[in-house]
């Protein structure tokens, strides 16, 4: 956004603490339903109920878990209002979660119970966790007769807590059988214990490394502001410079004072050497939460976090909108990532809304990063967040250094992807035993299959996207709505036989060709399509850390985080790819990722080389990422958006308009260019088909609303809206400050 978000100019949320209402009093629940209005329920006999507190109550046939969001309004007749069932046995939410929700709501311009879902992402977890059953040995024994089997189950039930019958029966190598007899024997007392025992908490006398003097300096001054409310630290410094050791102790800090952590990481199922870090300082586990865990996992942590016995959270942005009774600092590492921002449902940016939350919570929060965002650049010049910079690698090893290829002048072998520079740097690096990075944003085999006598191009047929073959699954995979086929035989339109070919290169084709040239080298590859979750990412960082592996080839998965002591070398085979398509930040994220790339390389006492293969090395990108200036290049990118009123020296709103019944979505768009607001240096663009002009059989049109720095754009928005006739069919989605422009 581009603004740090100013709560205070809002409507104060309606919830007010320490209110309490007795039976007979009219309280208003808000449900985890895509509602505006929370509604209105009767206190019942026996019943004293406050705001934040998880009640069940009936709507329509059913019943539902909602939240006491404070007094009734009034507008539902006595007659008519039904009472609230029950109170749950939940700890209740808190003034800050509430007034989050509301704010959040107000700023995305979704209802507020759409939002609440989010934070009610569990609604099995509202329910008490029922206790198991664990067994110990009774004393004094009764009589029974023993066996082998019985003898080896009390000597392991001798020894530590209770454990449950399948465990017992695995420790002592016996079948469950044997625990059920012995039990109805009464040689084993049942006992009940809480299901998924909380995680260790951490241990905080253990103390991270001596720390440098800039470091300590930085971590001094996050300590300081963990103790004095609200206040945004960005915390900037080239990849190993030590940022996460920094902050690491901020963590410990705000944890000696007895309060949560949040730490949001994006794409945290990967994020194995981050979480073996976390376990080497603190002993424990910190309570995970992203799309890979079970159920159960995810019922737990919930109730976990929401009772307090969860110290430190680490997650995807979801987790902003868990429970935290006590939450006392908020770090949001790799905070110009992407993915922080969610493109469907409530469309949101994590780590925007992560600066409300700390606001609203009055606490500090950290945005950790080697290369900013312009947004948290600007509001750093603007004095509104402090800055900390840590200057150099820890250790003082080097930056690599950073060459360019110009494919105009030194190409690749016909058919091949690698110049004869990048080859010989390769060579290098092979001979020496080190290991390289070959590094291609683009998963699959080819990104295009073409029809060499017709010309006819695979194409998804829900989507406007071209088919990308993976070789490997056997497959043509549309990336927007996973639709996949079988690779044709002959071409689907004019029927000619292998005359389909693979255009352009993916990591799986770029393998090939690695696998071709240096046969005698150890290959793997990093997609997602490989790596997926944390044991598949943990696989393969100690294969690389073990050196089982030469070459690696691999997509943007591997540009986060990792450490890789004897990676020297970094390939980057075609730099140019994320610069098409004139989206506003494209040079700045490919800057971002190519900077991040390189920072791959030469992470220890080898020094580290990067090659980075572009046909522009003219384009100012590739010029500031040779010549190590990422100074010039923010100043010229900040000019040019502040010359052409983008963010973040502008405001943008995105409307999506879309539906299966294209004359509809065609009407509806046309319809909001109509009511289109004007005036206070409004601009209105569009509607015009979105670059992705249909999405799983759902046609789309965009359009793009540019307003000045100062301008509050969510009652315009709404009231934009509410002026153009839309048909029922269609939808329109709302994007405040944009990421996305597809
Ligand atoms: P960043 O988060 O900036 O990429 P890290 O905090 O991950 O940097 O540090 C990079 C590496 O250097 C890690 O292996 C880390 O343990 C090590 N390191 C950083 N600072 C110190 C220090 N003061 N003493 C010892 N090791 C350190
Ligand atoms: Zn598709």
Redesign the pocket.
Known sequence: MTDAPRPADRPAPRSTDGESFAAGARVAVRLPLPLTDAYDYKVPEGLTLSAGDFVRVPLGPRRMAGVVWGKGSGDVPEAKMKAVVARLDVPPMTHEARAFVDWVAEYTLNPPGAVLRMAVSVPEALEPPKPLTAYRAADPLPEIRMTPARERVLAEAADGPPRQAAELARAAGVTPGVIKGMAEGGALVPHAIAPFPPPDPPDLAKG?????PE?TAAADALSAAVADGFSVQVLE????????????QAVADCLKAGRQVLVLLPEIALSAQWLE?FRARFGSEPALWHSDLTMAQRRETWRHIAEGRAGVVVGARSALFLPYPDLGLIIV?EEHDGSFKQEEGVVYNARDMAVVRAQLGKIPISL?S?TPSLETQANVDRGRYSHLH?PA???GADLPDIELVNLTKTPPQRGQWMSPPLREAIDGTLERGEQALLFLNRRGYAPLTLCRACGHRLQCPQCTAWLVEHRLLQRLQCHHCGYQMAPPPKCPECGAEDSLVPCGPGVERLAEEVAALYPEARVAMATSDNLYNQRTAREFVHRIENREVDLIVGTQIVAK?Y?FPMLTLVGVIDADLGLSGGDLRAAERTYQLLYQVA?RAG?AEHPGRVVIQTYMPEHPVMAAIAAGDREAFLAAEAKGREDAHMPPYGRLVGLIVSGTDEAAVDAGARALGRAAPQGNGIQVLGPAPAPLAMIRGRHRRRLLLKAGRGTQVQPIVRDWIRRAAIPKKVRVQIDVDPYSFM
């Not at 410094?237 to 920094?246: H, R």
């Open positions: 991270g490394p001596d720390l440098s470091q410094g080239v990849p190993g410079s030590g940022k996460t050791e920094v902050y690491l870090r590492d950790v080697a840590l690698r820890h250790g985080g450490h920072g992470r």
